[in-house]
């Protein structure tokens, strides 16, 4: 062991990898890293990191891509021994704008002059919903599996939900939202204004809640086909067995 | 048509294409555009079974030879419908125009049924064009691009008065089938490009045109079940579902289906092949020889009956364009909601 800024040089890529694993696609909902998107991270000796992201397709919407640019700059820049980012956005039709947007702070509107009404808040908003809908039908499913009716379902809180990732995911999304996240809030509330799904809307609910986990999955896989085929990460692109699993 | 363990599917191809994306059409200064978007459809070819794919330059340009034999001497498909999307930002004489596809279609007289498209940004110049294009070719369908780029524009919704004008011209001029194909941009770019919510309202203002939404409204399938549920009047086009997921992810795309199949039914389902980005051929056989799994996942999910499987790859389309279908290929009662229910009706009056 040497002295203590070295030891800090030696171990930041492996946080600010820790780090850039906190960044969602917030589309798909799944860790920027584990979908394959870093392609490559580094630190200098004088703690400059640069990333530098990749997406599935040349034209994959440039809302989404700018989230997780901005999102990636603020992760790795609260990592300790990080004093300057820089984020690159490669082999993307809006990169020019989204990389020196970020490395500007421009926001979106901005960035995309007169393209842009509004900063992504409520696009961010609108997929978390979504990710709190995937979520439910990922917790409720085991359960209907096991035998519990919908009727009990509507009476269980998060907190006598068996302990799970999923269940820890799908708190931790409706904690984002601003929903009710408490052990003892209920299992299974409206994404948009928290309240508890009574008995009656139930069956429609876990219904629209399994389409939009279908949905969010068969995106998933496309992306992952798309980004083997763009970049030859098989080794990053678990199978279709195992991502059902 | 197709035959298999006794049974024949009329086929109807509901999205073909014949492009031009080789670097001698591509807009000088917009080459990085022109090559990305062809280098992008080349990818999703390689969700298909790899004796399927293509180099990128056959992929790129490739001959009216090649293109018949694929759809009509391998590919079963008795009719395709040709679905325009001009590009001409980035592709001098259009990415694949209803000129170009018409030319065709008349030296294969009775194979292509020819649709146009139109863009809301073009004003009255582009209502004219329409008009045009009804009158030399007939359409009765228009295919819609909302993400395409026009100048500083980066697309446009159906919600705006502009795109009214121009369904209430396709109601004049006897179209009835709107195409919708999301993209990845539109104006403003901090809205959700995929959202569906326009088709609806569209829909919903135009009871009497019919609104096929491509790929499903992928990447938005749940967004377009919900809507599509709702609205008598919209279809889901399946281009993209049977091509990007039967071969390369078959357990979503069983989920796919079935959810499909519950919130829209098999007289809502249309097939398309999506060609050049993947040829009809493995597609018809795939899906006529697919059913869904018996595992307990799948358990809520219906079955494909053979009827619906005729249904959507090719009576639904045949339908909504007025094919005539022969006798032996259609189903012993008319195809569609009223012969699907042939007792219910009289039933329930």
Redesign the interface.
């Known amino acids: 062991m040497t002295g203590m800024a070295t030891d800090q040089t030696a171990h930041t890529p492996g946080a600010v990898w820790s780090a850039l694993h906190q960044v969602r696609d917030p589309?798909l909902d799944e860790a920027v890293t584990d979908l394959g998107f870093v392609a490559g991270c580094r630190v200098s000796d004088a703690g400059e990191a640069v990333v530098r992201l990749r997406l599935?397709?040349?034209?994959?919407?440039?809302?989404f891509a700018f989230l997780m640019v901005a999102d990636a700059y603020d992760a790795v820049s609260a990592v300790p021994g990080v004093d300057r980012v820089q984020v690159i956005l490669e082999d993307h039709?809006a990169s020019t704008e989204i990389n020196s947007g970020i490395a500007a702070r421009a926001g979106?509107?901005h960035s995309?002059d007169?393209?842009?009404?509004?900063?992504?808040d409520?696009?961010r908003a609108?997929f978390l919903r979504?990710a709190v809908?995937a979520g439910t039908d990922r917790v409720c499913r085991p359960l209907l599996?096991a035998g519990r009716t919908p009727g009990e379902l509507a009476e269980l809180t998060l907190g006598e939900a068996p302990a799970s990732a999923d269940r820890e995911r799908l708190r931790s999304r409706r904690a984002e939202l601003g929903l009710p996240a408490g052990d003892g809030d209920p299992l299974l509330v409206d994404p948009v204004t928290g309240a508890a799904i009574g008995a009656q809307a139930l069956p429609l609910h876990l219904?629209?809640a399994?389409?939009?986990r279908?949905?969010?999955?068969?995106?998933a896989?496309?992306c992952r086909?798309?980004l083997?085929?763009?970049y030859g990460t098989a080794d990053v692109s678990r199978t279709?067995?195992e991502e059902?699993g | 048509m197709y035959e298999k363990d006794g049974e024949k599917y009329f086929v109807v191809d509901g999205h073909t294409h014949f492009w031009d994306a080789s670097p001698a059409n591509w807009v000088p200064g917009q080459e990085q555009y022109a090559k990305g978007w062809i280098e992008c459809f080349h990818a999703y070819q390689s969700l298909g079974p790899p004796e399927t794919h293509w180099s990128l330059e056959q992929f790129q340009k490739y001959p009216e030879e090649m293109m018949m034999r694929h759809l009509f001497d391998e590919g079963h498909v008795d009719v395709a419908i040709f679905q325009p999307t001009y590009l001409k930002q980035w592709y001098r004489d259009g990415f694949n125009t209803t000129e170009t596809n018409a030319a065709l279609a008349e030296r294969h007289p009775g194979k292509f049924v020819v649709n146009t498209r139109w863009d809301p940004r073009e004003g009255d110049e582009g209502l004219a064009q329409l008009a045009a294009d009804v009158e030399r070719w007939g359409c009765k369908g228009v295919k819609l691009y909302t993400a395409e780029w026009r100048g500083d524009s980066r697309g446009w919704s159906l919600k705006s008065p502009e795109a009214a004008r121009y369904l209430e011209k396709c109601q004049e001029l006897g179209i009835t089938n709107i195409h919708v194909h999301k993209g990845p941009t539109i104006w403003p770019l901090d809205k959700d490009a995929f959202d569906v919510s326009d088709v609806d309202f569209a829909a919903t203002n135009f009871p009497e045109l019919n609104f096929i939404v491509e790929h499903v409204g992928l990447p938005r399938i749940e967004d377009f079940c919900f809507m599509a549920t709702q609205e008598p009047n919209v279809y889901a086009g399946l281009a993209v579902v049977i091509g990007g997921l039967m071969h390369a992810r078959p357990r979503f795309f069983a989920k796919v289906m079935g959810e499909l199949m519950f919130w829209l039914g098999e007289d809502k389902l249309i097939f398309g092949a999506d060609y050049a980005i993947w040829e009809p051929r493995w597609q018809v056989e795939g899906f006529v020889d697919w059913n869904m799994p018996t595992d307990p996942e799948y358990s809520d999910y219906g079955q494909l009956s053979t009827q619906a499987k005729k249904k959507i790859l090719g009576l639904n389309a045949a339908r909504l364009y007025g094919l005539p279908v022969p006798p032996e290929l259609d189903l012993p009662v008319p195809a569609g909601p009223e012969g699907a229910e042939p007792l219910a009706a009289p039933a329930s009056i």
């Not at chain 1, 599935?56 to 809302?63: E, I, L």
């Not at chain 1, 007169?114 to 992504?120: C, D, K, R, S, V």
């Not at chain 1, 279908?214 to 995106?219: E, F, L, P």
């Open positions: 589309e599935p397709t040349y034209f994959c919407a440039p809302n039709f979106f509107v995309f007169g393209q842009a009404l509004a900063e992504l409520e696009l609108e979504k809908m599996a219904r629209r399994r389409t939009t279908v949905s969010v999955d068969a995106n896989g496309v086909g798309l083997r085929e763009r279709d067995a059902m």
